[in-house]
């Protein structure tokens, strides 16, 4: 084949095609960050901030520090989630599992607690007692979740499966962090059981639902 049907066949191949806009993960954040600002509107519009914080006063230690491990939890998957979106070879989003293990403190520190007082543990394990703050928790976090969803629907990851986990547990990380601050409770076996399920939960409902929509 010459050189002069060689660059007709090019000509011919790309004639149709057109620039597309590159996918930046800043702008993918955004889209996070809206959808956690609308979760947090929603929710404190509805039923309003905890008290201490409405009054100005700080959270105790120990549900402070459970606070900012599932934040940095739900901020990590949902970075992770965004980088699977970007075309590449070799990428490493395993910096979600890391912050996975760090909030793995809580449900042991949660753990030991209850052997040492198994009547506390009982008390807030009842439904009653938490688990309108597991339902509030998995639907503060949908607009968090959907954010990364659209974002690989157009990005194609390579493994579904651990898309749809990731985006779920950024979804419920980030609704367990609105509960937070909402929920009255600084019971770490609360927060642990009633909080930390919101985060498991929904990561098992984005791999059973989400990772099939996410497929080629």
Request: charged letters at 15%; one cysteine or more; proline letters at 6%.
């Amino acid at each position: 084949m010459s050189d002069a049907a060689i660059d007709d066949l090019i000509d011919n191949l790309a004639d149709e095609l057109e620039p597309v806009r590159p996918r930046r993960v800043a702008r993918g954040s955004l889209w996070v960050a809206a959808g956690w600002a609308a979760g947090a509107a929603i929710l404190f519009g509805l039923g309003g901030m905890r008290h201490d914080l409405a009054e100005g006063v700080m959270m105790p230690p120990l549900p402070l520090l459970a606070f900012w491990l599932i934040v940095a939890l739900g901020f990590a998957a949902a970075w992770s989630a965004l980088r699977m979106g970007l075309p590449g070879v070799g990428r490493d989003y395993s910096g979600w599992r890391w912050a996975g293990l760090a909030a793995l403190a809580l449900p042991l520190s949660a753990l030991v607690m209850a052997m040492d007082d198994s009547h506390a543990a009982l008390e807030a394990a009842h439904p009653e007692n938490g688990l309108h703050c597991l339902m509030q928790g998995v639907l503060a976090g949908l607009g968090v979740g959907a954010a990364p969803f659209g974002w690989l629907k157009h990005g194609a990851p390579t493994s579904p499966e651990r898309a749809g986990w990731v985006v779920g547990i950024a979804a419920g990380a980030a609704g367990a962090t609105i509960v937070a601050l909402h929920c009255a409770s600084n019971d770490m076996i609360h927060i642990a059981l009633w909080h930390g399920l919101a985060v498991l939960l929904s990561g098992i409902a984005g791999r059973i639902l989400l990772a099939p929509l996410l497929r080629w």
